[in-house]
């Protein structure tokens, strides 16, 4: 079963088809057209909502049965929606303006902490869903495991499911550990059983996993749970289309370029057909004006137009990770600084950096943190981790088991003390070598701490060819 799902990953992959049937019978003449758009992953952007509310509002004028909805990680990614005063609520408002339905919490739905998740979700005028957390005593409304959502004569069912594979050891979303400590999270294949029979429970005619899991695990969700009648996920950013059980799985790559369309004719709570198609929103030109005029309003921050240094060339990731460690160190005043590939977001081009470029680059309103350790306890962390992370200050020497640190091209003792500069996720994730109790929290945000070396000490980006990325 695993290697068949595998290849079949591998060909989604490589496949780029837009259109799908299955069971091409005849349905009967009570049969409906059941048309769902969705997106995932658009990370705070928000300027192709005007154009999805145009299609969508089109669509309904000639079919009763449309519905709209989103697979998950609507914040983290764009400053107007990060760094608003209260955060996030900018994309909460579109999409409440767009016309969406439901949405499935992804991991960084979690980014900003469990008050401001609180105020979201309060916010919202579309139903959220999640059958594998517990919100406990963080405040956050606890979101139903599934919604049922009537559209004319029909009605759809979705049950929502989020990845927890965010640290190692833990059942948790790849967010900051310290922001979920009060919400208890399942593995979402230890939940499933409890909804095998949701579909005839709810007298449903459509029954969709609306997930945030990724399209690996998508696969599999659609071969072990036979009672759905469609997948429709997100997290791996991949533009998806693929049968299994007759189910369509799908979605829509990141960060708004697509709005995905699935047809389903429904006949007597069967699906005897179905077809999607990905529409390009970069290319599609007509737009809601009163949308598109709010929007306009948000994305006029000056703030974020600050010009604060100058890039010499391109740079890309791994570039920006010498650029990023260079700068904690350097402001932090440590001997050396750490930052894992994935918390860097985004490429900075030749020329003016703005405001806006540091915070595309490092989204995630992580706190600036010093930790004290001797070099065996780096040294430790980096040969039992196997942790891969960008670095400065620091090279290192592996010979068989050991490894050695090097400052300044120098050996350091085993128990010599450095410090450290470092963005407060990943000492949360490797809390067993990064104790709580030894961090000193700076009152900057690493964003916010490198907008400020730039300001003050270096306002020259030049780091091309530049790889420091270690892994042991």
């Given at each position: 079963m695993k290697q068949y799902l595998y290849l079949l990953f591998a060909l989604v992959l490589l496949s780029c088809g837009d259109h799908t049937t299955i069971d091409p019978e005849q349905p009967s003449s009570a049969a409906d057209t059941l048309t769902i758009f969705f997106i995932n992953d658009q990370h705070g952007q928000l300027n192709h909502f005007s154009k999805i509310k145009h299609i969508?509002?089109?669509?309904?004028?000639?079919?009763?049965?449309?519905?709209?909805?989103?697979?998950?990680?609507?914040?983290?990614?764009?400053?107007?929606?990060?760094?608003?005063?209260?955060?996030?609520?900018?994309?909460?408002?579109?999409?409440?303006?767009?016309?969406?339905?439901?949405?499935?919490?992804?991991?960084?739905e979690f980014d900003y902490g469990p008050d401001h998740l609180k105020n979201r979700v309060l916010q919202a005028e579309f139903d959220w869903v999640c059958a594998n957390v517990n919100m406990k005593d963080s405040g956050v409304p606890q979101p139903d495991a599934f919604t049922t959502i009537a559209?004319?004569?029909?009605?759809?069912?979705?049950?929502?499911?989020?990845?927890?594979f965010g640290k190692p050891g833990a059942i948790i979303p790849a967010t900051h550990p310290w922001r979920v400590t009060e919400m208890q999270f399942r593995r979402h294949t230890d939940v499933l059983n409890t909804y095998r029979n949701l579909k005839e429970d709810e007298g449903s005619d459509v029954l969709i996993a609306l997930t945030h899991l990724g399209t690996q695990n998508d696969l599999e969700l659609a071969e072990i749970f036979p009672e759905l009648d469609a997948v429709i996920g997100g997290h791996s950013h991949q533009k998806v289309n693929v049968v299994i059980n007759d189910a369509p799985v799908v979605q829509a790559g990141s960060y708004l370029a697509l709005l995905g369309r699935l047809d389903l004719i429904v006949d007597k709570a069967r699906i005897t057909s179905s077809g999607v198609?990905?529409?390009?929103?970069?290319?599609?030109?007509?737009?809601?004006?009163?949308?598109?005029?709010?929007?306009?309003?948000?994305?006029?921050?000056?703030?974020?137009?600050e010009v604060i240094g100058v890039a010499l060339s391109d740079h890309d990731r791994n570039e920006l990770?010498?650029?990023?460690?260079?700068?904690?160190?350097?402001?932090?005043?440590?001997?050396?600084?750490?930052?894992?590939?994935?918390?860097?977001?985004?490429?900075?081009d030749a020329g003016d950096i703005t405001t806006m470029e540091?915070?595309?680059?490092?989204?995630?309103?992580?706190?600036?943190?010093?930790?004290?350790?001797?070099?065996?306890?780096?040294?430790?962390?980096?040969?039992?981790?196997?942790?891969?992370?960008?670095?400065?200050?620091?090279?290192?020497?592996?010979?068989?088991?050991?490894?050695?640190?090097?400052?300044?091209?120098?050996?350091?003792?085993?128990?010599?003390?450095?410090?450290?500069?470092?963005?407060?996720?990943i000492p949360a994730v490797y809390d067993q070598y990064f104790p709580l109790e030894k961090a000193e929290i700076q009152g900057l945000t690493t964003a916010e701490t490198i907008i400020e070396y730039l300001k003050t000490m270096n306002s020259t980006l030049d780091d091309e060819g530049c790889n420091r990325y270690f892994q042991y």
């Open positions: 969508v509002d089109k669509e309904k004028e000639t079919n009763e049965h449309v519905l709209l909805v989103c697979a998950g990680d609507m914040f983290s990614g764009n400053p107007i929606v990060d760094q608003y005063e209260e955060k996030g609520y900018p994309m909460i408002d579109i999409m409440n303006k767009t016309g969406f339905d439901v949405s499935v919490l992804g991991n960084h559209v004319a004569d029909l009605k759809v069912t979705f049950l929502g499911l989020v990845e927890t198609s990905f529409i390009d929103l970069h290319e599609y030109s007509e737009r809601d004006e009163d949308l598109s005029a709010l929007i306009a309003t948000y994305n006029n921050a000056p703030q974020f137009n990770g010498c650029f990023y460690t260079a700068a904690l160190k350097d402001y932090l005043q440590v001997d050396m600084s750490f930052q894992n590939g994935g918390g860097i977001r985004s490429n900075i540091i915070y595309n680059m490092d989204p995630f309103n992580n706190q600036s943190v010093i930790f004290t350790m001797t070099a065996q306890e780096v040294s430790d962390f980096f040969t039992e981790t196997r942790a891969g992370l960008h670095v400065s200050g620091v090279t290192f020497q592996q010979s068989g088991q050991k490894l050695t640190l090097y400052l300044d091209g120098k050996a350091i003792p085993p128990e010599e003390l450095v410090t450290i500069g470092i963005n407060d996720y």
